[in-house]
């Protein structure tokens, strides 16, 4: 079925299964509990776990089956937002063209960049992706200010010519992003007893496109092209001596990987439509690696976990604060709460980093293939455990 095997298609629906219950599952605790805070079911915080699921996804492309570390990936990011708000402004508010045109423009970005990056491999290919991307920041920090607006950041705004939308609405206001009369921002609300539940229009059209590409990343992985990419990370040079030439097929997949970013990029301007020159930053660089590396580099599912593992860190973790502690450990005398909310303090809202480094550190140490190699040894855990009972139920029952 939709030309995958029986393994590849169970994957796929359960990640389709897990982003369509994704306001159920991301809910777990009632909005009234002290525990809502962790409620990651919101719209904005599950549009990004799917758009940076995305750019992992096309990250993985080139990192997991090549073997080339990119660290300029967030220069196609940033290509990606300009281009989307640049058709938001001059043509219409209709989310379709402004993310075609962004993974159009990523492409041919990726093309010029990796035609020179990939020159040179190793380390010097990444340091030389890294250059090209601090380039790009720079660039749209200062020197393109007419085309990015500098440090502002790009906006649409009421005198945009938009030849096939309004210019404003008729109150006045700024017209906002839709799919075709949808509303990108619309959003439905189901109240069950204490728990609340969002369903976002713009979330399950990201979601939706998040499917796609992680069902056109399955089908790169099994076929002939995915299989010559993980020939260039195996043993790039023994291709080499067998008379094949690698560089056509690591630039393709320079340019997909670039598209993906250019795609995820497109997306986060349709749900809110700005786009700043700190997308291109070498710091949103080092996070899809880290997503791509936590999830499991070189799986299908991996780099989607990581990136929804990250986004989670840093928009919950990340707003724990000293009341929150106190009233975690109020149950404790006075001097003991205070001592314990001095050592948590660190690893919680500001330093959230610290903890997500921590475990980074952990997941790298015992788990090298990531949160899938995790989930796998469990799996395996509990099958020997099963296959154990099943022998002891076997040799306990008298023969007949």
């Known amino acids: 079925m939709l030309g995958l095997g029986k393994k590849d298609l169970s994957l ?84 379709v063209p402004a993310i075609i ?22 380390i010097y290919f990444s340091i030389l992706t890294l250059a090209f991307a601090q380039m790009s920041f720079a660039l749209a920090y200062s020197v393109l200010t007419p085309i990015t607006n500098g440090e502002t950041g790009l906006q649409i705004a009421l005198d945009d010519p938009r030849i096939l939308g309004v210019s404003q609405t ?20 189901l109240r069950l007893g204490g728990w609340e539940f969002q369903f976002s229009a713009g979330y399950y059209l990201c979601a939706l496109v998040m499917l796609v590409a992680f069902y056109l ?15 260039v990370k195996s043993n790039q040079q023994r291709l080499y001596y067998t008379g094949l030439n690698a560089r056509p097929y690591t630039l393709a997949a320079f340019v997909i990987s670039g598209m993906y970013a250019g795609l995820a990029g497109g997306l986060l301007a349709s749900m809110d439509p700005l786009a700043g020159a700190e997308r291109m930053q070498w710091t949103a660089s080092g996070e899809v690696v880290l997503m791509t590396i936590l999830g499991g580099a070189g799986t299908l599912i991996g780099p989607v976990l990581g990136a929804g593992f990250i986004k989670y860190f840093e928009n919950i973790f ?6 929150v502690l106190h009233g975690w450990f109020a149950f404790l005398p006075d001097g003991l709460e205070d ?19 921590l475990m980074f550190m952990a997941v790298v140490i015992f788990l090298p293939g990531g949160l899938v190699e995790g989930g796998q040894r469990i799996a395996r855990l509990f099958r020997r455990r099963k296959a154990s009972d099943e022998h002891r139920a076997a040799q306990e029952t008298p023969a007949e």
């Open 170 to 189: 008729e109150d006045g206001s700024i017209p906002v992003t839709h799919f075709f009369g949808i509303e990108m921002r619309a959003t439905e609300v």
């Open 217 to 231: 990343a399955i089908r790169i992985f099994r076929s002939p092209f995915g299989m010559m990419l993980r020939a």
């Open 339 to 357: 001592f314990v909310v001095t050592i948590v303090h660190p690893f919680v809202g500001k330093g959230w980093h610290l903890t997500l480094g």
């Open 12 to 95: 796929l629906i359960l990640v389709a299964v897990l982003t369509m219950l994704a306001p159920f599952l991301l809910n777990p605790f009632p909005t009234d509990s002290g525990l809502a805070q962790f409620n990651a079911g919101y719209p904005d915080l599950m549009q990004r776990f799917v758009i940076f699921g995305i750019f992992a996804i096309g990250f993985n492309i080139l990192f997991g089956l090549t073997g080339y570390l990119s660290f300029g990936h967030a220069a196609f990011l940033g290509v990606g937002s300009y281009a989307a708000v640049w058709m938001f402004k001059l043509l219409s508010m209709n989310v």
């Open 101 to 122: 045109l962004s993974v159009i423009i990523a492409g041919v970005f990726a093309l010029a960049i990796g035609y020179i990056s990939l020159r040179r491999s190793g």
């Open 318 to 323: 990340s707003k724990l604060n000293d009341n």
